[in-house]
Nanobody, 116 residues
Framework: QVQLVESGGGLVQPGGSLKLSCVAS????????MNWYRQAPGKERELVAR????????TYVDSAKGRFTISRDNIKNTVYLQMNSLKPEDTAVYYC?????????WGQGTQVTVSS
């Protein structure tokens, strides 16, 4: 079965950095695009970054451009989200996501809190 397990969240001061990881299993990782979403309290879940299958073409929400980098290791079946210059408005639960056979799968989420 498909499993996505995130890690790497935490409390960081404004301007700081965090790197999230998501280990995937249960499907042929290299063949699927992977996404990072986030959901802040009282807000809808939003797509933050996407990386295509294979070599990995990337796209970002405007608020993440220039600060976040999504990458993948197709040997380790892992997708990463490097977040730099973090702002309080980046505070949210971050989720790893894949669509497999028309079904959406989500990780358990990892909390990112940006606060002084």
């Amino acid at each position: 079965q498909v499993q996505l397990v995130e890690s790497g969240g935490g409390l960081v001061q404004p301007g700081g950095s965090l790197k999230l990881s998501c280990v995937a299993s249960g499907f042929t990782f290299i063949s699927y695009a992977m996404n990072w979403y986030r959901q802040a309290p009282g807000k809808e879940r939003e797509l933050v970054a996407r990386i295509s299958s294979g070599a990995g073409r990337t796209t970002y929400v405007d608020s993440a451009k220039g600060r976040f980098t999504i990458s993948r290791d197709n040997i380790k079946n892992t997708v990463y989200l490097q977040m730099n210059s973090l702002k309080p408005e980046d505070t949210a639960v971050y989720y790893c996501h894949v669509t497999f056979w028309s079904t959406d799968y989500w990780g358990q989420g990892t909390q990112v809190t940006v606060s002084s």
